[in-house]
């Protein structure tokens, strides 16, 4: 099914991109689809600037459909983009869950399709109905969730990680982890802990057996696919159930530390408090 003719790429400018950006620009091309224009991404976090001029390039070029290329913040930011361009208003009024649907129907309108192209292994933004933004004035991420904001078409080939350097690939690795471990942590008792308690075994077990080789491999193509799947599988996980305490702490260091680093050194600190918590009350102890 086509999704649209008339395409604008927002794209990452890593290291190396520029080969990958015009192998996207000619297969689009070679689709029947005109590309209107390209436009640079979001740096990390996805400040809420970057939105602004990501949405007023959208509104320039007019498109019926819209490609991103790069990481999480990237496709975050493109996301909420699409939003912006279909509803108006601030990006403010649409954080929470549920609000793009509400706010589509109550308009009588929908968003453009969306094609995200991921380029690192870490939050399958381009799987999710996830979307944070950053205000940079006050150091805050906060959250759109909508299912209305998954990506039509997600697309990853691992092979584009390859270059990706040794901080980004342990902090890409260490979130998708962390989806897995913290949905896993919530689904206790829910109808869907047996099949979550399989995703997360397996992106954990990817992760934890593949991202040493990696780091000291970094074309190791084996462990690269395999910390490709392993944060797709955590996008999968919080698509079944949401985050918990370690994500949520981690939206206010962004100033300190990256993301996947803020939740990795949070998680056991958050899990080892409900385990405490568990066990007295098990034991009948007061605290």
Not at 26 to 37: K, T, Y
Not at 83 to 90: I, K, N, T
């Amino acid at each position: 099914m086509a999704l649209g003719t008339r395409a604008v790429l927002i794209r990452d400018g890593f290291a190396g991109s520029g080969g990958f950006v015009r192998t996207v620009e000619d297969s689009l091309r070679d689709a029947g689809i005109e590309v209107l224009s390209t436009t640079d991404g979001a740096a990390p976090n996805a400040p809420g600037e970057d939105l602004a001029r990501i949405t007023v390039a959208v509104r320039e070029s007019r498109p019926d459909l819209i490609v991103s290329f790069g990481g999480g913040s990237m496709i975050d930011a493109a996301k909420a983009a699409a939003v912006l361009y279909a509803l108006g208003g601030e990006v403010d009024d649409y954080f929470g869950t549920g609000v793009v649907t509400r706010s589509l129907a109550a308009a009588g309108k929908s968003l453009l399709a969306h094609v995200a192209i991921q380029t690192a292994a870490s939050s399958a933004a381009h799987l999710t109905k996830y979307s944070n933004i950053t205000d940079l004035s006050t150091g805050q991420k906060k959250l759109i969730v909508d299912n209305a904001i998954v990506p039509a078409r997600p697309v990853f080939d691992f092979e584009v990680t390859m270059s990706a350097p040794p901080s980004l690939t342990a902090d890409g690795a260490l979130d998708g982890m962390s989806h897995c471990l913290e949905v896993l942590y919530g689904a206790v008792g829910k109808p869907y802990y047996a099949e979550m308690e399989q995703v997360a075994g397996e992106g954990i077990r990817l992760v934890l057996e593949h991202l040493p080789a990696v780091l000291r491999d970094p074309c190791n193509c084996a462990g690269r696919e395999a910390l490709a799947l392993a944060t797709d599988l955590g996008g999968y996980a919080i698509m079944l159930g949401g985050t918990n305490g370690a994500h949520l702490m981690s939206f206010s260091l962004i100033d300190i530390l990256s993301h996947g680093s803020a939740c990795a050194m949070l998680n056991p600190y958050s899990y080892g408090q409900k385990t405490r918590r568990t066990h007295h009350a098990q034991q009948g102890v007061r605290r």
